[in-house]
C-alpha cells in the first residue's frame, strides 16, 4: 500500500526524531484490508502535510501512523466525512502520549462481559433461569453508570436463587469469545505480556477463559451454591469498579512489570477507575462515560485493533 501513497516516509520506533514541531499532531489510522483504496487517498491529502509510516502487526488489519502540522479538528473533520459517505469499517486514533511498547514485557488487563467475549454472563445466566427480562435492566443501568456496582451486583444475583447450578457449566462450554481477541492476544504472548481478565462478573467464567486462553491470573465474584442450587448470594470481596483498578498496580508489582507497560481494556462506565490506573486505557465499543475517560477508543473494529494502539 506505500507505494500508493507519495509521502515522507519514518520507521515507526523513530517517531520521536519527526516529532520535533511542537505543534505536530499524531495520528493512527486501523482499517480493513478492503478499505485501503479510500484510505491511500485520503492519506494522498496529506502527503505534502507530514510523514507516514506503516504499522506491521500480525493480524489481518494494516495501520498508519501520521504526523502532521495540520490542525486536529480539520483532519479529523475531513476523515469522517470519508468515512461516513464510504461508509468505511475504520478507527482514527490521536496519539498524545507515549505508548506502552508491544516488543517489551508489559500486562494487559481486561473487563470480560462485551470486552474480552461478546455477552453479559449475568444476563445469560439469568435468561438460563427465567429472570432474563428484569436482570437485564439492572445491568444495562448499572453499565451506564447509574447504580452502585455492588448493590445492582447483588440485587441480579439475588434473582437466580434456586436455579440450577448447572446453567453455569452449560454456559461456560458457549462463551463466545469477541472477535480479534485471540490474535492480540497471541501477538503480545510472543512479546511476554502479561495478560489477566478483572470482571465483576463470575469466577466459572473468568477461570473458563484463563484455561482457554492461558492467561496469566483472573479475578471475579464467587456465586454461593449449595445442593447444586444457587443462592442468590456471592461471597468474598466484591470485584467492583476499584478492585479492579487494584489489580493493575497488584499484577503490575507481582511481575515488576514497570508502570509505563500496563494496558487496561473494557467497556462500561465500572471499568473506568481501572483504565485511568493503566499507563494505556481503551474503551472497546464503549460507553459514553468510559470513552470520555479513556485515552483511546476503539469503536467500530474488533480487537486486532488493540495490538495497534502500542508502540512497536
Aim: proline residues 3%; glycine residues 6%.
Amino acid at each position: 500500500m506505500h507505494q500508493g501513497i507519495l509521502c515522507k516516509r519514518y520507521i515507526e520506533a523513530e517517531y520521536r526524531s519527526v516529532m520535533s514541531n511542537e505543534n505536530c499532531s499524531r495520528f493512527r489510522v486501523i482499517f480493513e484490508q478492503q478499505a485501503k483504496v479510500d484510505i491511500a487517498s485520503w492519506l494522498n491529502t496529506l502527503a505534502q502535510k507530514g510523514h507516514f509510516c506503516r504499522l506491521e502487526r500480525q493480524n489481518s488489519l494494516l495501520g498508519f501512523e501520521v504526523i502532521v502540522q495540520e490542525e486536529p479538528a480539520q483532519l479529523v473533520a475531513d476523515f469522517n466525512a470519508i468515512k461516513t459517505t464510504k461508509n468505511l469499517a475504520v478507527e482514527l486514533l490521536m496519539i498524545d502520549q507515549p505508548l506502552p511498547n508491544l516488543n517489551e514485557q508489559g500486562l494487559l488487563v481486561m473487563d470480560m462481559d462485551s470486552t474480552a467475549i461478546q455477552i453479559e454472563c449475568i444476563d445469560e445466566l439469568a435468561a438460563m433461569a427465567g429472570v432474563g427480562e428484569e436482570v437485564a435492566a439492572v445491568t444495562a443501568s448499572a453499565m451506564r453508570g447509574e447504580l452502585d456496582f455492588e448493590q445492582s451486583l447483588r440485587l441480579r444475583v439475588s434473582k437466580l436463587a434456586n436455579a440450577d447450578a448447572k446453567i453455569i457449566d452449560e454456559l461456560c462450554q458457549k462463551l463466545p469469545l469477541m472477535p480479534g481477541l485471540t490474535d492480540s492476544l497471541q501477538e503480545l504472548q510472543l512479546n511476554q505480556w502479561k495478560l489477566v481478565v478483572a470482571s465483576g462478573g463470575f469466577t466459572p467464567f473468568v477461570n473458563y477463559l484463563m484455561h482457554q486462553l492461558k492467561l496469566n491470573a483472573a479475578f471475579a465474584n464467587e456465586l454461593v451454591i449449595e445442593d447444586g442450587k444457587l443462592t442468590g448470594e456471592v461471597t468474598g470481596d466484591v470485584v467492583d469498579a476499584q478492585y479492579k483498578a487494584n489489580v493493575i498496580q497488584r499484577c503490575a508489582q507481582k511481575w515488576q512489570i514497570p508502570p509505563t507497560q500496563t494496558v487496561a481494556i473494557g467497556d462500561g462506565a465500572n471499568d473506568i477507575p481501572m483504565i485511568e490506573a493503566a499507563k494505556l486505557g481503551i474503551a472497546f465499543h464503549g460507553k459514553p462515560k468510559l470513552i470520555n475517560a479513556a485515552d483511546l477508543a476503539v469503536n467500530q473494529l474488533d480487537l486486532r485493533a488493540l495490538v495497534f494502539c502500542l508502540q512497536a
